[in-house]
T-cell receptor, first 117, second 115 residues
Framework: AQKVTQAQTEISVVEKEDVTLDCVYE???????LFWYKQPPSGELVFLIR??????QNEISGRYSWNFQKSTSSFNFTITASQVVDSAVYFC??????????????FGSGTQLTVLP | DTGVSQDPRHKITKRGQNVTFRCDPI?????LYWYRQTLGQGPEFLTY????????KSRLLSDRFSAERPKGSFSTLEIQRTEQGDSAMYLC?????????????FGPGTRLTVT
């Protein structure tokens, strides 16, 4: 069975600090996808990134970067120079890719990030 | 292109009443998902449609829950004889079918409160 663990329930940082959100996953599949979503106070989940299990290249998008390591089953998310608008709950999610599957997302329990001015 | 929309955004009902929620996915997306999210938790999968066919249901979906997607466009989720434990945010998501990772785009959710 697939599982996603986000051990950090809450993180608080001061604006301009860098912050890393941890995600550890479990799956028996060799092909799978990993995602990060942001849920601001308004409540709507916003898609941030998708990574394939066969592509371990790290990715950078502006102030956001992601570190995917299959050896440790981790997919960590770093925000550089955090801003107050980054305050939200961040979810890591996993989707297995068997043929014909629903490819539903299994989410972690989320990390509440608070960026203080 | 508009995103996923859900209606109503909030619903307060008394225990034992039936409620129905609607989801309109992104127009070109043939995959539609329902999730439930309780306070402090990540969303949990409920059910999945590909076009009009309901292909997968979670064990979380008791027989009081039913979902439809009659013409492969919008979907409805009905809860009969609501219980206080049904209070949650009900999220709808859609995705396109292709060779990629099927990222799902979520609607704003319907927050259900059962009193």
């Amino acid at each position: 069975a697939q599982k996603v663990t986000q051990a950090q329930t809450e993180i608080s940082v001061v604006e301009k600090e860098d912050v890393t959100l941890d995600c550890v996953y479990e799956t028996r599949d060799t092909t799978y996808y990993l995602f990060w979503y942001k849920q601001p106070p308004s409540g709507e989940l916003v898609f941030l990134i998708r990574r394939n299990s066969f592509d371990e290249q790290n990715e950078i998008s502006g102030r956001y970067s992601w570190n995917f390591q299959k050896s440790t089953s981790s997919f960590n998310f770093t925000i550089t120079a955090s801003q107050v608008v980054d305050s939200a709950v961040y979810f890591c999610a996993l989707s297995e890719a068997q043929s014909g599957s629903a490819r539903q997302l299994t989410f972690g329990s989320g990390t509440q990030l608070t960026v203080l001015p | 292109d508009t995103g996923v929309s859900q209606d109503p955004r909030h619903k307060i009902t008394k225990r034992g009443q039936n409620v129905t929620f609607r989801c309109d996915p992104i127009s070109e997306h043939n995959r539609l998902y329902w999730y439930r999210q309780t306070l402090g938790q990540g969303p949990e999968f409920l059910t999945y449609f590909q076009n009009e066919a309901q292909l997968e249901k979670s064990r979380l979906l008791s027989d009081r829950f039913s979902a439809e997607r009659p013409k492969g466009s919008f979907s409805t989720l009905e809860i009969q004889r609501t219980e206080q434990g049904d209070s949650a945010m009900y999220l709808c998501a859609s995705s396109a079918q292709g060779t990629g990772g099927y990222e799902q785009y979520f609607g704003p959710g319907t927050r259900l409160t059962v009193t």
